[in-house]
């Protein structure tokens, strides 16, 4: 093989790769938690074969993501009537990232759970013992924030005080309550679970064409950062 050739298909591969995460927004996703996860695992003291299952779990994912991308292109090209056979290809392919993405969930609770569990033990036992009523303070400087965004940027972004806007609200209220449930619990499978459940919540925001990703984005880290430092700030003094 020409080294010309060659340098032509390394640069077709990575047009690719770069095409995929500019058009697909579940390969951004992909993109950033590989990202985020690989740049977690240097907080940790991993093993030479954690980190090989782990770097695995993360470019299967994307590369089931990108034949994902691929079957559906195809398909598209070939005919753009419905037809059940093309839709069949497509829930297939769909299929395949999603055993992908349980895989690299699998594995990244097998890796970091005793670690994490381990590093946090000596402050939530502290948080635990905060006065309960930080939870309803918590929300309701939430609920202020949100407002007070909504009131910034509503003739920017558009929507109204309960829907649309800059911040998504059910976000921001959905993950400062898996934030406090997760900090007076103390327990892994209840911070799991709570975080589910704000995902889903967020997820429901952008699916139902109410809010882009971004504000979701943006109302989740305001949930959690006002909780966070209201039970580190106030919650860990006591």
Sequence with gaps: MKQGSFIDSFNYAVQGIIASIRTERNMKIHYLAAIGVIIASLFFKLTRLEFMMLFFAV???????????????????V?????????LAKD???GAVLISAVNALVVAYLIFFDRINASTELAIVKLRNSDPHLAFVALFLVIFAVIGGKLLWM???GGTFFQGGAVSGHAAIAFSMATMISLISGQGLVCGLAYCIAFLVAQSRVEGKIHKISEVVLGALVGSIIALILYQGIGGIG
């Design 59 to 77: 470019t299967f994912v994307l590369s089931a993501e990108l034949m994902n991308t691929a079957i559906e292109r195809t398909v598209d090209l």
């Design 79 to 87: 005919t753009q009537s419905y037809n059940p056979v093309a839709k």
């Design 92 to 94: 297939v392919a769909a």
């Design 155 to 157: 003739q920017r972004s």
